[in-house]
């Protein structure tokens, strides 16, 4: 497979430009990056020491950055306890949210109906409720396991769905009532994602080399994919047939066959990924491969790397979202 593109394809201009902007978490920097079509960084805003994951607001007007403190989850430590707002309009930091006694926040969930972020904290365990527009802690939910690290949401927001890390449990919260049902599932859990219908859940479970798949009605595993060496997030193609996600250990990106249930692909980096996303038109995956400071941009078609993003020295990306 090839690891560089330097002519077009599907739709890519010659100079191999994306058809579209980035943002990305800068981990080791402290910072956020913003990329131009061409892999140019144009601007750049600090936020909290060692930020682990960014998503965006319904309006797409602002960026919300959690302000981990730590590098590694496995690290000891305090760490921070904030939330950085990003206006992506001006490039500049709007303010923070301070979680209080909540530290080492992690995965992120925004309402779309709301607007309200859902966030892990790692110190102590447990999940929040945050007001962005207050800037205040609303709730605090109780996930009934340990090193709790991505979460997201099910249909109509009624359900938020954690993975307990070294529990190895997802943990289904009931969002009104805060009453957990606990989903046994592979060894290390880390990131998930929804099917458009809202019936399944892909979870990765990184150390069993696997990905469950969970029946959200029942609350229940019914099935799981055998993947190369430690799955961490993991998307949907639009069409629904093919799973995508990061192999850290196994630096590649690898492609399951949702109807086989069979890993197909493997698209080797040359470096151990911690990240993976999904372009909005479901073209491209990016991952960020932390310590060559790259992030690879992958055609999902042709399952090639098509460009090589070139970050600064010790910038450490971690994930890259295409922006609004």
């Excluded at 910072?31 to 144009?42: H, I, L, S």
């Excluded at 590694?72 to 309009?89: F, V």
């Excluded at 979680?99 to 929040?128: K, Q, W, Y």
Aim: charged share 20%; hydrophobic share 40%; glycine share 12%.
């Amino acid at each position: 497979m090839k690891l560089f593109l330097f002519c077009g394809f599907c739709g890519l201009a010659a100079a191999a430009d994306l058809p579209f902007s980035l943002i990305a978490v800068e981990k080791i920097a402290g910072q956020v990056g913003f990329y131009n079509p061409a892999g140019k960084r144009v601007a750049g805003v600090k936020v909290g020491e060692h930020p682990h994951e960014i998503v965006f607001s319904p309006d797409r007007r602002f960026a919300y950055v959690s302000d981990n403190g730590i590098l590694w989850m496995t690290y000891a430590g305090e760490g921070g306890n904030t939330i950085s707002i990003i206006d992506l309009g001006r490039r500049a930091k709007a303010g923070v949210i301070g979680l209080g006694d909540n530290r080492r926040p992690h995965g992120m969930a925004v309402d779309p109906h709301s607007g309200r972020i859902f966030v892990t904290t790692e110190n102590p365990d447990g999940l929040l409720l945050v007001d962005p527009e207050k800037r205040a802690v609303v709730r605090r939910y109780n996930v009934e396991g340990e090193d709790p690290h991505m979460v997201l949401l099910g249909r109509n927001s009624e359900w938020a769905y954690v993975s307990n890390t070294k529990t190895n449990t997802l943990a289904a919260i009931n969002v009104d009532s805060g009453k957990v049902t606990l989903i046994p599932v592979g060894e290390r859990p880390q990131g998930g994602f929804l099917s458009r219908n809202g019936k399944w859940i892909y979870l990765t479970n990184s150390d069993s080399n696997s990905i469950s798949i969970i029946d959200t009605d029942r609350k229940k595993v019914v099935g799981a994919i055998a993947t190369g060496k430690g799955p961490g997030r993991v998307v949907v193609t639009p069409d629904a047939k093919t799973l995508i996600y990061n192999l850290q250990p196994g630096q590649a990106v690898g492609f399951a066959d949702l109807a086989t249930r069979k890993e197909v692909a493997q698209v080797p980096l040359g470096g151990n990924p911690l990240s993976l996303t999904m372009s909005p038109n479901g073209r491209f995956v990016f991952a960020g491969v932390q310590d060559q400071d790259k992030i690879f941009a992958v055609s999902v078609a042709r399952r090639e790397i098509v460009k090589v993003i070139e970050t600064p020295r010790q910038a450490g990306p971690d994930p890259a979202l295409v922006l609004p």
